[in-house]
């Protein structure tokens, strides 16, 4: 009875002071990791905004254009389509694409190409979901952890443990909603981004080799 009693309090109790630390290390690392983050999407728009998207009135001019090109000089058709097109993400891609010119599995090869790019894009959202989903569930473990000790001062009459145990569980919580917070405006950014990339991609290789 003693044992199964020690395991449902004490041990409980050793459990929680143990994560306290390790909670609050790993909260402090997403933190920086969301500024990391950050300036990186910072970087990636100001890149963006150096490349404005092509209306897509002109892109089809453009593209049909490079589509005659192609026929006669295949790099000259890829260069065309770079101009007819917008975006540093659709350039690598028809960077890549230009070294299939002379591939007998051209169509396949193609396909694979975009569904490499595919996930890139699927990888590099993934960091920051990650950090969506973490962020607050590990605020909410910090928050968690020190109410028991909490609890406890405030049936001591500790005021000042009880206030020290409070910040602790309240700072963690708002660090953990702001890491999500974050995570979640940059992955919903890059989603948006992204697909309007692959949007652009399909859309090209089906002008120039959709027939």
């Known amino acids: 009875m003693n044992a199964l009693s020690w395991i449902s309090t004490e041990g409980l109790t050793f459990i929680s002071s143990i994560l306290r630390y390790p909670v609050l290390i790993v909260l402090y690392g997403l933190a ?15 890149t963006r905004r150096k490349h404005e998207r092509v ?37 690598l891609f028809l960077d890549e694409l230009s070294k ?3 591939d007998d599995l051209f169509e396949v090869r193609l396909e694979r190409l975009i569904q490499k790019y595919e996930a890139w894009i699927s990888k590099r959202l ?8 973490i962020g607050p569930m590990l605020g ?4 968690l952890v020190p109410m028991g000790p909490a609890l406890l001062a405030l049936s001591q009459g500790d005021v000042n443990t009880l206030a020290t145990k409070l910040i602790y569980a309240f700072g963690t ?8 917070g974050i995570a979640y405006v940059i992955t919903a950014v890059r989603q948006h981004w992204y697909r309007l990339d ?14």
Do not use: P
Request: glycine fraction near 10%; hydrophobic fraction near 45%.
């Open 100 to 102: 299939l010119r002379d």
């Open 55 to 91: 209306r897509i009135e002109d892109m089809d001019k453009g593209l049909l254009e490079a589509r005659e090109e192609m026929k006669k000089n295949f790099d000259a058709g890829i260069q065309k389509t770079k101009e007819s097109a917008s975006g540093k993400f659709v350039d």
């Open 173 to 180: 919580t708002v660090l953990g909603l702001l890491v999500g």
């Open 198 to 211: 692959m949007d652009d991609i399909r859309y090209i290789c089906e002008i120039l080799f959709g027939g």
């Open 32 to 46: 920086m990791w969301a500024i990391v983050e950050s300036g990186m999407v910072t970087a990636e728009w100001l």
């Open 126 to 133: 993934q960091r920051t979901i990650t950090m969506v989903r």
């Open 140 to 143: 909410l473990m910090g928050t």
